[in-house]
């Protein structure tokens, strides 16, 4: 069991009423003590073959219990880990950390509609124009904009080539009516890192989508270019909402479509 998936057992435990110790993800004697009071409190949650369990089992179990307890699917509590505890175990994390019970974020698909015709990255010249040379126009956000690297200058419009203009609109009305001023602010939305920028794409040698102004970035500094999903925040379920939006008026996130630039969504197939 990973730091994480401990954290959650010493969580389900402290519920339980069992544990009162640190919530500090190491399962040393007060853990382990914990999961025992746990099961014999709850002899009729396990099967009875838990007595002849070691330690580690019994913990894996007592996460299956703790998980099916809140209608997350863990299968049989067996006390082994596989897939389907581990799936199991990363609601819990996203349950436990929000307080809002997961999505079934996972089944959803990658929303891949193209109601505005946008070009693929290799017709950008025919469709937007030359980069460095497009027409700029200001789109209003509802909510407040920071610029990622210097919270404190804010910013209440985004620049964007004139052509996804309204798209972008749109999307930014949606976003706002879903989430509102204080959540988005929680989800680290107001973080802008940016619209348009004449420069080529970062370890490559062609241009940027952003050197037309049809792409734009949010929260650069928990979204790193290469970080996958597993540390990319906008790869959180949470995020599911925001990423639909996009997708609707077919805009393209990096991270979904190719798990890298996670703050990055455009309005080109790639
Ligand atoms: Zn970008």
Not at 99 to 108: H, K, N, V, Y
Not at 125 to 130: C, K, L, N, Q, T
Not at 190 to 201: A, D, E, F, H, V
């Amino acid at each position: 069991m990973n730091k994480t998936a401990v954290k959650s057992l010493q969580r389900i435990l402290r519920d339980a009423g069992t544990y009162s110790g640190k919530i500090d993800g190491l399962r040393g004697p007060l853990t382990n003590k914990a999961v025992n009071g746990m099961i014999e409190a709850r002899r009729d949650g396990f099967p009875d073959a838990v007595e002849g369990w070691s330690a580690r089992r019994r913990a894996v179990a007592c996460l299956q219990r703790g998980a099916l307890d809140r209608d997350i699917e863990a299968g049989p509590v067996d006390g082994l880990w596989g897939p389907q505890t581990d799936f199991a175990a990363d609601s819990l994390a996203t349950l436990f950390e929000t307080g809002e019970p997961p999505p079934a974020w996972r089944d959803e698909p990658v929303v891949d509609v193209n109601p505005n015709g946008w070009p693929r990255e290799a017709a950008l010249i025919e469709a937007f124009g030359s980069p460095c040379e497009a027409n700029l126009v200001r789109v209003p956000c509802p909510w407040t904009l920071s610029l990622a690297w210097d919270l404190r200058t804010t910013c209440d419009h985004i620049g964007c080539h004139e052509r996804v203009a309204e798209s972008l609109r749109r999307v930014l009305e949606r976003v706002y009516a879903h989430y509102g001023e204080e959540r988005l602010r929680e989800l680290r939305l107001n973080r802008y890192g940016g619209c348009y920028n004449c420069r080529r794409k970062r370890g490559g040698s062609s241009w940027s989508t952003h050197a037309w102004g049809v792409a734009i970035d949010w929260d650069p500094d928990q979204n790193k270019l290469r970080w996958g999903r597993d540390r990319a925040r906008l790869a959180r379920p949470e995020y599911d909402p925001w990423w639909r939006f996009w997708e609707e008026e077919g805009w393209v996130s990096l991270g979904r479509a190719r798990n890298f630039d996670w703050m990055h969504v455009q309005a080109a197939k790639p």
